[in-house]
Nanobody, 115 residues
Framework: QVQLVESGGGLVQAGGSLRLSCAAS????????MGWYRQAPGKQRELVAS???????TYADSVKGRFTISRDNAKNTVYLQMNSLEPEDTAVYYC?????????WGQGTQVTVSS
């Protein structure tokens, strides 16, 4: 079983930066996919970024060049550095670990970007 706890959300002005962290308890394996999703009001949850073994990363087109995902396997932690934030980035951000057919989710952290 994996439990995930996010931190680092908050209110920021457009153009600002935030760094999200997600600490996992329980064993995390190098082939687990660790990622961040977000869900804005009235919209479906969408993938923001994911990372496998720290080398293979995937980003949503809307965040490419602005967000960076990284992973510290020794600390069982995944990070999301968010720069040049836009009001459209406002959402609840969820940490995710995917292991085969199993999906584990954090409780979410609110990110609000004011214009």
């Amino acid at each position: 079983q994996v439990q995930l706890v996010e931190s680092g959300g908050g209110l920021v002005q457009a153009g600002g930066s935030l760094r999200l962290s997600c600490a996992a308890s329980g064993k995390i394996f190098s082939m687990d996919v660790m990622g961040w999703y977000r869900q804005a009001p009235g919209k479906q949850r969408e993938l923001v970024a994911s990372v496998v073994t720290g080398l293979t990363t995937t980003y949503a087109d809307s965040v490419k060049g602005r967000f960076t995902i990284s992973r510290d396997n020794a600390k069982n932690t995944v990070y999301l550095q968010m720069n040049s934030l836009e009001p459209e980035d406002t959402a609840v951000y969820y940490c995710n670990v995917t292991r085969g057919w199993n999906n584990y989710w954090g409780q979410g952290t609110q990110v609000t970007v004011s214009s």
